[in-house]
């Protein structure tokens, strides 16, 4: 616990260094800080150091922890994990921000559990851009069709897209594995100004989301340390 502040720094000072290394403009790229698994009290820690944006990926969990921190009423809620159909109304009804939007009913549903008194739901499409390393996201020759069906639902915001690549053997084959997202990504956000996000990087490709395009980096180990799963089930 006493080394999130360290961490807290670290990662923002890397993120700093890979922001000018890749020339980017300053404040270009936003931490979300990935808090799976980890205790109410490390959240706000980091909170409490200036951190706003977590990110969770079971439902049950994330539901906990925005009751938990209802207080922090500046806290800002990412879901990024798979979702089921019947977990979409918890989800609608509590987070801010979905990154793992990959099948069009659960867009749908969660349009329609969209509270009214809340504002429209961010979401990002996850891309399945490692093949069969992953049976999430969809595949980019379908990305057309899937942002139609989002833009047309009023209480969902497009901001982006998503990945989460097979991890890579060094910086460069990192980098190569988002080429395709990245250029998906610059052609959305061309059409359309309100598309702002791409949701790319985790503690081990930090420095190569960033030089891909990468404008919020989902970052867990290397902020709360290693997740201990045998605690939680
Ligand atoms: C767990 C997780 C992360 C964070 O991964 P770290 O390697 O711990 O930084 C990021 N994105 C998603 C979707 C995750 O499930």
């Known amino acids: 616990m006493e080394n999130i502040k360290v961490n807290l720094a670290l990662v923002l000072q890397q993120i700093e260094q890979s922001v000018q290394l890749a020339q980017r403009d300053e404040n270009s790229v936003r931490l979300l800080a990935v808090s799976k698994t980890k205790p109410v009290a490390a959240l706000e820690a980091a909170y409490f150091l200036g951190q706003r944006a977590f990110g969770e990926?079971?439902?049950?969990?994330?539901?906990?922890?925005?009751?938990?921190?209802?207080?922090?009423?500046?806290?800002?809620?990412?879901f990024i994990g798979p979702i089921q159909s019947?977990?979409?109304?918890?989800?609608?009804?509590?987070?801010?921000w979905v990154h793992s939007i990959d099948r069009k009913k659960i867009a749908q549903r969660l349009n329609e559990q969209r509270p009214s008194d809340l504002p429209a739901l961010n979401v990002c499409i996850?891309?399945?851009?490692s093949g069969e390393a992953s049976k999430s996201g969809i595949i980019l020759s379908e990305l057309d069709d899937m942002v139609s069906l989002v833009k047309s639902l009023p209480n969902l915001r497009l901001r982006g897209l998503m990945a989460i690549p097979a991890p890579q053997h060094s910086h460069s084959d990192q980098c190569r594995v988002y080429e395709p997202i990245s250029q998906a990504f610059l052609e959305l956000s061309k059409s359309d100004s309100m598309i702002d996000t791409l949701s790319i990087g985790m503690s081990g490709d930090l420095a190569a989301a960033i030089e891909s395009g990468s404008t919020m980096v989902r970052i867990g180990t290397a902020i709360f340390g290693e997740r201990d799963y045998s605690a939680k089930l």
């Open 126 to 129: 996850q891309v399945n851009i």
């Open 57 to 78: 990926n079971y439902v049950q969990e994330a539901v906990d922890k925005y009751h938990a921190l209802s207080h922090l009423t500046d806290i800002e809620w990412h």
């Open 86 to 96: 019947n977990k979409s109304r918890l989800i609608a009804e509590t987070m801010h």
